[in-house]
């Protein structure tokens, strides 16, 4: 099972609390993991990435075992601490402002 963490504003869009689990078929990537969590919750189709683009949306951030991982590729493998279920995948809201 893969822990997802998501920030509070997609937490409330699909009406969940605290981490979520998730069944990740065949190879554990960001694009894996993101599929199958709009696949378990559809509310949040669009909200993390684009529907057409599958790229990120603006002030979202992704992070595992302390590492930035918003910028590699989406089909790259998620750390083996992620994979096992020890660690878990982070959805981050950045936040901006002056």
Same mark, same amino acid.
């Not at 590492?67 to 790259?76: C, G, V």
């Given at each position: 099972m893969i822990r997802v963490v998501l $920030? $509070?504003?997609?937490? #409330?869009?699909?009406?969940?609390?605290?981490?979520? #689990?998730?069944?990740?078929?065949?190879r554990v990537t960001r694009g894996a993991v993101l599929d199958a969590l709009e696949a378990r919750y559809p509310v949040l189709?669009? #909200?993390i990435r684009d529907h057409v683009t599958e790229q990120r949306r603006p002030f979202l951030r992704f992070f595992a075992c302390a590492?930035?991982? #918003?910028?590699? $590729? $989406?089909?790259?493998p998620l750390p083996a601490a992620v994979v096992e279920g020890t660690e878990p995948f982070v959805v981050l809201?950045?936040?901006a402002g002056g």
């Open positions: $920030p $509070p504003h997609l937490r #409330t869009l699909a009406q969940v609390k605290g981490e979520v #689990t998730l069944e990740v078929p065949g189709r669009g #909200t590492r930035d991982l #918003t910028h590699e $590729p $989406p089909d790259a809201g950045a936040i």
